[in-house]
């Protein structure tokens, strides 16, 4: 978007004008007024995903979730949005607001797995343990990968090792490296 190119589908359209509506302040709410199209962005628009919310409102056609319900969405970050029932999904009210924020990091790792066609038992290497690769990291290891974590940062290793047990957590940087992941990767290399 930051380049006027379009993005998937429902999340172009998402990203538009906005204007202010008429309550009054503090509690100023915006809505989108004129959705992007194929043809190019509309300025200014607001920015963000991973977001937790209450459901101020439904449409006719939503059966899963209420007013008042708290969610997870991928929506803009500000007062108030307008999202399809699918860009919401109910929290447990276990789930702090914080933790849920974080619930779509996951899917990225999936997301990577599928655009490289991995195929069970391949070797998967994580480059860069921060919130995204961890979480990449663990998912590649539920799916049963054999896996190597990357990081030149000790403290992130240190969190990677202690969450992801028989797992290869390394310095790139290490000396010899490339001589024990030939031996221990083996035999796909």
């Known amino acids: 978007l930051f380049r006027g190119e379009p993005m998937a589908g429902a ?3 998402g990203f538009a004008d906005l204007d202010v509506l008429t309550l009054p302040p503090p509690d100023r709410r915006y809505r989108v007024t004129k959705p992007n199209s194929p043809e190019g962005p509309i300025y200014p628009t607001a920015f963000g995903y991973n977001g937790v919310a209450d459901v101020v409102e439904v449409g006719d056609d ?3 979730l209420a007013p008042g319900d708290r969610v997870f969405n991928c929506a803009r970050c500000q007062d108030l949005v307008d999202v399809s029932e699918w860009e919401a999904v109910a929290v447990p009210t276990e789930v702090a607001d914080e933790a849920a924020a974080f619930a ?9 797995l599928r655009r490289a066609a991995y195929v069970p038992g391949e070797n998967v290497a994580i480059v860069g343990l921060g919130v995204v690769g961890i979480c990449a990291a663990l998912l590649a290891d539920v799916c049963g990968a054999p896996l190597l974590a990357l990081d030149v940062d000790s403290s992130r290793r240190n969190i990677a090792a202690n969450a992801l047990s028989g797992v290869l957590v390394r310095d790139p940087a290490a ?15």
């Not at 000396?175 to 290399?189: C, F, I, K, Q, S």
Request: proline letters at 7%.
């Open 11 to 13: 999340v172009w359209e």
């Open 104 to 112: 779509y990091l996951a899917t990225l790792g999936l997301h990577a």
């Open 62 to 64: 939503v059966r899963n």
């Open 175 to 189: 000396p010899g490296l490339a001589g024990e992941l030939e031996n221990t990767l083996a035999p796909n290399g």
